[in-house]
């Protein structure tokens, strides 16, 4: 009798990068060991574009994960100590740059809090059609929000 291989599925493959769906399939270097922590600041009004970012990674593996802090009240400084403890031990900051980020102070915070810790720093546009930079990112790029853009940075890490 012979023996049938086993039933490989699309998980036993290593993830070469391409499209997978409507999704694409992010390119993450092979040699990453320890995952990175990528610190998500955004406008509360953003809270669904939030989800979206972040769902994205749960769709395929990947070699890291999001935090953010969701703000209840950016003034108290409990919350200002919790959320630079957080950027400090992020490998990088992602902000969700919209219409709603010139008026979030919480997320304007973070991101000069993410300046001065020294973190590297991308802004994506999540909306199309708003191009404002925020002055508080200083130097850093903001790209348009592709798999492939936040990939590359993550790699960069």
């Known amino acids: 009798m012979r023996e049938l291989p086993a039933r490989r599925t699309p998980d036993d493959q290593p993830d070469k990068g391409g499209r997978s769906g409507d999704w ?3 390119r993450v270097k092979e040699e990453s060991v320890a995952e990175s922590v990528v ?10 574009a939030r989800n979206l970012f972040t769902g994205q990674r749960l769709l395929t593996r990947t070699p ?3 935090t953010d802090m969701s703000v209840k009240q950016p003034y108290e400084t409990e919350w ?3 959320v630079q403890t957080r950027i400090r031990r992020s490998d990088g900051v992602i ?3 919209s219409s709603s980020t010139p008026q979030a102070t919480g997320q304007l915070w973070e ?3 993410a300046v001065a810790e020294g973190k590297p720093l991308l802004g994506i546009w999540i909306e199309s059609g708003y191009r404002r930079k925020p002055v508080e990112m200083g130097n850093a790029p903001c790209k ?6 936040v990939t590359d940075f993550i790699n960069s890490l």
């Open 111 to 113: 991101i000069k809090c």
């Open 144 to 149: 348009v929000w592709t798999w492939d853009a």
């Open 80 to 82: 200002k100590q919790r």
């Open 24 to 26: 694409p399939v992010p």
């Open 64 to 66: 890291f994960t999001f």
């Open 39 to 48: 610190f998500i600041a955004f406008a509360k009004e953003d809270e669904n």
């Open 95 to 97: 902000a969700l740059i």
